[in-house]
């Protein structure tokens, strides 16, 4: 079984200040994690994606992510957010190798103010 | 390209109603999803299909049905409506995982925001 922890339900930033937003994932097998990004009244979009390799993964919109496996983290990172980032940003996690259900976290809700 | 398309994007159904939910991708994925979204709750996974003609359950299956006849479209259907299923739902596909190498990303529909009155 697998799980994902997202520690803030809703994080208010002023723009241009930096952001992180907190994942932490369980799982008994190797594991495959993402962050996807949901805007007003769309579907969810990847935003980035850990797969192997190099634990400093980095995204679209300026984003990046570090997989941290001791402490089975994966937090999100911009260093200068934007109003257009404001949105509902989800960590989801699977097993690795064939086929694996992905879990989702309840979501973080990023609000940027001007 | 329109990648995985939902519809209808609203419905209002009174209690007791049947309806059904068209989820449709062009993108040839094996792999297709059905997820409710509620506040507070994240996506909760209702039912998937890893191929044309084969449906599971998911988290919370109760009170929908599902069909893969065709393998670009994945039906979601509700039997029976109930206040409780009042929500928004997402259909998601996603490619064959390789034999280890995955990491395949789900692609989502826009949503349907169903309400049970």
Redesign the interface.
Known sequence: AQSVT?LD?QVPVFEEAPVELRCNYSSSVSV?L?WYVQYP??????LL???SGSTLVKGINGFEAEFNKSQTSFHLRKPSVHISDTAEY?CAV?G???????T????TKLQVIP | NAG?TQTPKFRVLKTGQSMTLLCAQDMNHE?MYW?RQDP????R?IH?S?GEGTTAK?EVPDGYNVSRLKKQNFLLGLESAAPSQTSVY?C?SSSL?G??V??T??F????TRLTVV
């Open positions: 997202q339900s495959y993402f009244n769309q579907g969810l979009q990847l994606k850990y797969l989800f699977s690795s190798g064939g086929y694996q259900k992905v989702f976290g309840i979501g | 995985v792999y997820y507070g709750m994240g996506l996974l998937y890893v998911g997402f998601a995982p034999t280890g995955g990491g990303e789900a989502f529909g826009q949503g």
